[in-house]
Nanobody, 115 residues
Framework: QVRLVESGGGLVQTGGSLNLSCAASASSIRGNVMGWYRQAPGKQRDLVAEIRSGGDPNYADSVKGRFTISRDNAKNTVYLQLNSLKPEDTAVYYC?????????WGQGTRVTVSS
């Protein structure tokens, strides 16, 4: 069982920034894909960004150039830097990790962008 704990969400004005963190309880995340999804009210959960160790990150078109995903394998943590935030970025952001035996999710952290 892997536990993911997210932090860093909050309320920010349009154009502002936030930095989300997700710490995994796994013994090591080195070989695992980690990433972030988000779910806005009344909408499906969509991929925001994902990252492999040593590989190029993958971003949704809607966040390219504004969001940056990174990871620190020594801290078992993945980060999502959110810049130039827009009201349409308002959602609950969930991190995940893909393990050999399945995908695990965090509890979510809410990001609200006011206009």
């Amino acid at each position: 069982q892997v536990r993911l704990v997210e932090s860093g969400g909050g309320l920010v004005q349009t154009g502002g920034s936030l930095n989300l963190s997700c710490a995994a309880s796994a013994s090591s995340i080195r070989g695992n894909v980690m990433g972030w999804y988000r779910q806005a009210p009344g909408k499906q959960r969509d991929l925001v960004a994902e990252i492999r160790s040593g590989g190029d990150p993958n971003y949704a078109d809607s966040v390219k150039g504004r969001f940056t995903i990174s990871r620190d394998n020594a801290k078992n943590t993945v980060y999502l830097q959110l810049n130039s935030l827009k009201p349409e970025d308002t959602a609950v952001y969930y991190c995940y990790i893909d393990m050999i035996y399945g995908r695990y999710w965090g509890q979510g952290t809410r990001v609200t962008v006011s206009s």
